[in-house]
T-cell receptor, first 112, second 111 residues
Framework: SQTIHQWPATLVQPVGSPLSLECTVE??????LYWYRQAAGRGLQLLFY??????ISSEVPQNLSASRPQDRQFILSSKKLLLSDSGFYLC???????????FGPGTRLTVL | EDQVTQSPEALRLQEGESSSLNCSYT??????LFWYRQDPGKGPEFLFT???AGEEKEKERLKATLTKKESFLHITAPKPEDSATYLC????????????FGSGTRLLVRP
């Protein structure tokens, strides 16, 4: 069966510091991968998606970036965090040709 | 612009008191509508996919239905463990991978 991991689970960072969140998927090959952000009391917002290694599409222009160095690894980064980057970050995967997306446990990021 | 609106924002039920959650959507062409359950501090858990008007899906006490403009999640005889936030999302035919989410309905079932 497929499993998706995210780490860290929680993170508190000062404004202006760098960020690296990691997501890995097990039990499937060549998944589509997604990064979402969920603000308190609001719906999920798609940030990036990837259909293959090195292929990244951005949905929201901001100071975040994403990379996919390996087939089942997706990384969310920032060079300098803003207060507005605080939120719950979720990684998800889907199988090409199948529409359902399956989510990881999430990372709670607080920028102070 | 594709949009999803969920109502009510919050719902309190007594155990055994059946009710429905609403998801209204605006999309140029519907590829699929998805329901998820989210517990506090956790990632959403996939429940159902609906593709065409008239389609229905069931899982335990939950039943999802779809019309051309909205979807309902019916909860029959809920139990306290059904307490969670229920999220609705749509995928349009012109946005292959993007899910547009509503802000969710927070359901509390009291014993």
């Amino acid at each position: 069966s497929q499993t998706i991991h995210q780490w860290p689970a929680t993170l508190v960072q000062p404004v202006g510091s760098p960020l690296s969140l990691e997501c890995t998927v097990e039990g499937t090959s060549n998944p589509n991968l997604y990064w979402y952000r969920q603000a308190a009391g609001r719906g999920l917002q798609l940030l990036f998606y990837s259909v293959g290694i090195g292929q990244i599409s951005s949905e929201v222009p901001q100071n975040l970036s994403a990379s996919r160095p390996q087939d089942r690894q997706f990384i969310l980064s920032s060079k300098k965090l803003l207060l507005s980057d605080s939120g719950f970050y979720l990684c998800a995967w889907s199988t090409s040709g199948v529409d359902e997306q399956f989510f990881g446990p999430g990372t709670r990021l607080t920028v102070l | 612009e594709d949009q999803v609106t969920q109502s009510p924002e919050a719902l309190r039920l007594q155990e055994g008191e059946s009710s429905s959650l609403n998801c209204s959507y605006t999309v140029s062409g519907l590829r699929g509508l998805f329901w998820y359950r989210q517990d506090p501090g956790k990632g959403p858990e996939f429940l159902f996919t609906l593709y065409s008007a008239g389609e229905e899906k069931e899982k335990e006490r939950l039943k999802a239905t779809l019309t051309k403009k909205e979807s309902f999640l019916h909860i029959t005889a809920p139990k306290p463990e059904d307490s969670a936030t229920y999220l609705c999302a749509v995928q349009g035919t012109d946005s292959s991978y993007k899910l547009i989410f509503g802000s969710g309905t927070r359901l509390l079932v009291r014993p």
